[in-house]
């Protein structure tokens, strides 16, 4: 890597004091690094990546004359929000300045179904402010108690409440995104409506968001419930028509196979031996009849506790989407994870995995809104809805991990991506619109290098 200029540190000491430049240390590293742990395949390949300083501006003054400093200098600059990202996001693969937004974390507004914040406004923080003033975050990853506003959109996908909602992408969730270039006179600009498709989840390769309005939902009082069934097939098919049931109003949708639940420690109690466990947050007053449908359908009900107003621990959520692997890891090292996409024949498609590879393959799923506009009401349609997940694999040798990815494929599963680093875009539209993008925002190409490697601008490619 390129040598770090004593000229940049002496200039970010007397900008933001020597307080919030951190230069050395356990902190630097730790602040260099995510979840990336999560993959067997990216320890090797980032475990010795650590950011030359880290920078934790204060206010967008601050940061403005930062990446001035930064173009300038040719520097590296890996903006970072609660690091709560499982591949490598905000991690600098070239070193240079990891900015830490946590300082701006300002909540300017929550007006008219509304909030306008900044990046490293919490999630959690968010929606306390949000429900006392009547509303909800309509999407949230389970990691929402120390993930960010900032990091949600430039590294997250989609979380709790996507089963109404969708994920961030979804519908007209995110109103608008204004971001910081990276050049000689950074400038502000701000992106809405159909523009918005390029600057969301760049990983901070397009430049530093510092604010973002995101539209929210109104609130609703909730509780939180786990069915419980020694029979696979009976609580996925109540699980999934209890999904599809658009009058039914609910934030978690997840499902879980045996051994999986016997992972929730904190919930030792609540989980039956060698039965299968279903987790929703259905809205309070349709808790009685999701209650006794599936009381009906021969399921038990092994947990039901409301969430409290604002919201307080113990959340069900802590047990779903990604904090499902940890979980997992934290009983056997060897799991990991992959997403996954499942069709119309889902079943079909699950019980192929189960049976071709037991107790090596888990399932774990996650129900979705496809179009959120048609996922809820009395007259909701039921392919709305989508099933996907986060299936545990035990991971054992490179070979029998792509074996295993490469035969769900082969059986119409999508699988995304996990175990890279690299932003990877769906249509070459896509791959275009963020490569102009870029060009735009961050002409020396110095906005977290080595993530974008479609991008063909790399200054420090030929020092790695």
Known sequence: MPSFPESLRSELRALLGAENLIEGGETLATLSKDYYWYSPALRPQLDDKRADVVAKPGAVDELRALLAACFKAGVAVTPRGGGTGNYGQCMPIYGGVVVDCSRLDRIHSVEGGVVRAEPGARLITIETVARAAGWELRCYPSTWV??????FFGGGAGGIGGVRWGGIASGDTVK????????????????EGAALSAPLRTFGTTGIMIEIEMRLAPKLDYDQVAFSSPDWDKLLDWTDAAMRNGAWRKRVASQFQWPIPSFFKPLKKHIRENEHVSFLMPERSETAAVVASAEAAGLIVSYNRPLSDPPKPPFLSDFTYNHTTLWAMKTDPAFTYVQAGFGDNFRAQITDLMTRYPGEVLIHLEWGARDPDRAVGPNASPDAIGVGGIPLI?????????????????????????HTYHLTATTPEGTAARHALKHDVDPRGLMNPGKMHTFPLNPFAVAS
């Open 394 to 418: 035990r991971y054992t040798t490179a070979g029998r991990f792509d074996e295993i990815l490469a035969y769900a494929r082969s059986i119409n599963v999508y699988v995304g991506n996990t």
């Open 146 to 151: 120390k993930a960010t506003l900032g990091g």
């Open 176 to 191: 608008s995104i204004t971001l910081l270039t990276c050049e000689a006179e950074p400038r502000t600009l701000r992106y």
